[in-house]
């Protein structure tokens, strides 16, 4: 038992990981109930080598900037940002698989936004999640025509409502309460559910959406 966990131990030591042929830097500790071999191999098992070409390397640790935006990751230039305080290893395959999704957002985007089919999706189920909302809140202008990320409705959504009760609402209209955040969102949160969710339930739920998805990494094989 003892050897066991002494090989644990010295494998959450080394910083230095691959998914795929990303370069994974662990800069600060992870918790105990993080296996990071068991993370990125997932990862690896799920999402196409293909998909990650514009992932040039992933960064796990603090950063400031995750506090002052209340985020547990984002992409940028080619890097991939995760926290390391992951409550257990799903959390943080989730976190990595969301920010592939922008990685490949922002390769594919005339593809993927440029007929507005998808706009027209996304703002008609604002719509209805508006006048489901309206029933107890105040919702903020511009709701259901805001695309981008905009801080007020985030934070409407995230404080005002919350997500455990935005989940309830929501229910048949999005696949989670972080997918009305954004339209971008809703393309990550389309792509999870593509590699490590429920694929059908996108398929029926959102079909713009799951078209795009499925499209977007038919081209990217090529």
Not at 38 to 62: C, H, K, M, Q, W
Not at 66 to 86: C, K, L, P, S, W
Not at 172 to 185: G, L, W
Request: glycine share 4%.
């Amino acid at each position: 038992m003892w050897l066991v966990e002494s090989a644990k131990r010295g494998s959450r030591m080394k910083d230095q990981y691959k998914i795929n042929q990303i370069d994974v830097f662990i800069k600060d500790r992870l918790s105990p109930e993080v296996d990071p071999n068991f993370v990125f191999n997932y990862i690896a098992s799920r999402v196409p080598f293909y998909l990650t070409r514009d992932v040039e390397i992933v960064y796990i640790g603090y950063f400031p900037e995750m506090r002052e935006r209340e985020i547990n990751a984002f992409y940028e230039d080619g890097a991939i940002y995760v926290t390391n305080d992951q409550d257990d290893e799903m959390d943080m395959i989730e976190d990595i698989i969301h920010e592939i999704s922008h990685s490949v957002e922002q390769k594919n985007g005339e593809t993927i936004y440029g007929d507005s089919n998808l706009e027209r999706e996304f703002r008609a189920k604002r719509q209805r999640l508006e006048a489901l909302l309206e029933q107890k809140y105040e919702v903020p202008a511009d709701f259901s025509l805001t695309l981008d990320y905009d801080r007020d409705i985030d934070m409407f959504l995230y404080r005002t409502v919350g997500y455990d009760a935005l989940n309830q609402i929501c229910v048949n209209i999005f696949p989670s309460a972080y997918a009305c955040t954004s339209i971008s969102e809703y393309w990550a949160k389309g792509f999870e559910e593509i590699f490590i969710g429920n694929k059908q339930k996108i398929k029926e739920q959102c079909p713009i959406l799951y078209n795009k998805l499925i499209n977007v990494i038919e081209e990217m094989k090529e």
